[in-house]
């Protein structure tokens, strides 16, 4: 009895690091994803004229993102369809928190993956130097994963020597 007493302790115990591991494991975000804009919520363009209000709006493009994730490396493309016309822009990012700096418009980028918990926080530093003097602007995007995998939310603030602006953008699994 004994034996079977060790043997059903040794199990739980088993089973319980199993379950804490599993629970720390970084979330998947691999797959492709389409934007729900009725979820989303996005800034507001003050300042910007507005065209003449009799006209239709444009229509805003679709978007899809289409994530790869190995290892420590997130590749993500973007791909946004408005009518028969369709862009797409990719970023790699390295997940493990070091910084990585490339040239940008006018200056340089700075940008930095780190999974905190079960969310992946990219933060992106931009530096456009003019002969006006420098101009900083900075993004930080938290992408976490609802608990069944089908939802991604990706919570973003900006910050420019114009202001600060929010936007949360809702993506379900294609």
Same mark, same amino acid.
């Given at each position: 009895?004994?034996?079977?007493?060790?043997?059903?302790?040794?199990?739980?115990? =088993?089973?319980?690091?199993?379950?804490?591991?599993?629970? !720390? %494991?970084?979330?998947?975000?691999?797959?492709?994803?389409? =934007?729900?804009?009725?979820?989303?919520?996005?800034?507001?363009? +003050?300042? *910007?004229?507005?065209?003449?209000?009799? %006209?239709?709006?444009?229509?805003?493009?679709? /978007?899809?993102?289409? /994530?790869?994730?190995?290892?420590?490396?997130?590749?993500?493309? *973007?791909?946004?369809?408005?009518?028969? !016309?369709?862009?797409?822009?990719?970023?790699?990012?390295?997940?493990?928190?070091?910084?990585?700096?490339?040239?940008?418009?006018?200056? +340089?980028?700075? $940008?930095?993956?780190?999974? +905190?918990?079960? *969310?992946?926080?990219?933060? !992106? /530093?931009?530096?456009?130097? &003019? +002969? %006006?003097?420098?101009? $900083?602007?900075?993004?930080?995007?938290?992408?976490?994963? &609802?608990?069944?995998?089908?939802?991604?939310?990706?919570?973003? $603030?900006?910050?420019?020597?114009?202001?600060?602006?929010?936007?949360?953008? /809702?993506?379900?699994?294609?």
């Amino acid at each position: 009895m004994r034996g079977f007493k060790r043997t059903i302790a040794t199990m739980t115990m =088993l089973l319980l690091g199993i379950g804490a591991v599993a629970a !720390r %494991a970084e979330p998947q975000f691999t797959g492709a994803w389409t =934007l729900d804009r009725a979820q989303s919520q996005f800034p507001r363009h +003050e300042g *910007r004229s507005q065209p003449d209000p009799q %006209a239709q709006p444009p229509q805003p493009p679709d /978007v899809k993102l289409v /994530v790869d994730q190995h290892g420590s490396t997130l590749k993500v493309t *973007r791909i946004m369809t408005t009518g028969t !016309r369709e862009r797409s822009m990719t970023d790699t990012y390295l997940t493990d928190g070091t910084d990585q700096t490339r040239r940008g418009y006018r200056g +340089e980028v700075v $940008t930095r993956a780190a999974f +905190e918990g079960d *969310r992946l926080v990219l933060t !992106r /530093v931009h530096v456009k130097k &003019s +002969e %006006a003097g420098d101009r $900083t602007m900075s993004r930080q995007s938290v992408w976490t994963l &609802s608990p069944d995998g089908r939802t991604l939310t990706i919570d973003t $603030t900006m910050q420019s020597p114009h202001g600060d602006r929010a936007m949360k953008t /809702v993506y379900v699994r294609s």
